[in-house]
């Protein structure tokens, strides 16, 4: 009698959030692409990657340095785990950075990472809650 949406107690329904939460930190906007939320989806995937990207841009990719900066690298780990191989690639000091565009290049990178954190949060939620109940309802006729 009670479905999938409707029982949220069951194993399968954590392994559920689970999964959502860490594709949701994978990729940017990924956790909604899985519960039917593809234009939200992808409208996060867009807009973070496209506030990161920016700010490598600006400040380099030296502004991913878990040793030097590692305050911002706590923000910036949660867009994603492409982050630690960045840092990674960074720990060796090859990539300098200097004055004010790598503060803004850290402030920028570091925001993008706590609004995946706050989407990441978010797609868990609405599958917790079942998907299009609270938000987004107008997708389920579209699917």
């Not at 860490?22 to 593809?38: D, N, S, T």
């Amino acid at each position: 009698m009670a479905n999938s949406a409707n029982n949220r107690s069951g194993p399968d329904h954590a392994l559920w959030l689970v999964i959502v939460g860490l594709a949701a930190w994978a990729v940017p906007g990924a956790g909604h692409f899985l519960i039917r939320e593809r234009k939200r989806g992808v409208i996060l995937f867009v807009c973070i990657t496209a506030l990161f990207c920016t700010g490598l841009y600006i400040g380099s990719i030296g502004v991913v340095n878990r040793v030097a900066s590692w305050p911002w690298f706590l923000a910036q780990i949660f867009f994603s785990p492409a982050v630690g191989i960045l840092s990674k690639l960074t720990q060796n000091g090859q990539f300098p950075t200097y004055g004010r565009p790598c503060d803004i290049g850290q402030i920028y990178t570091g925001i993008a990472g706590l609004l995946n954190l706050l989407c990441i949060l978010s797609s868990v939620y609405m599958a917790y809650c079942g998907r299009g109940e609270l938000i987004g309802a107008e997708e389920d006729e579209s699917a």
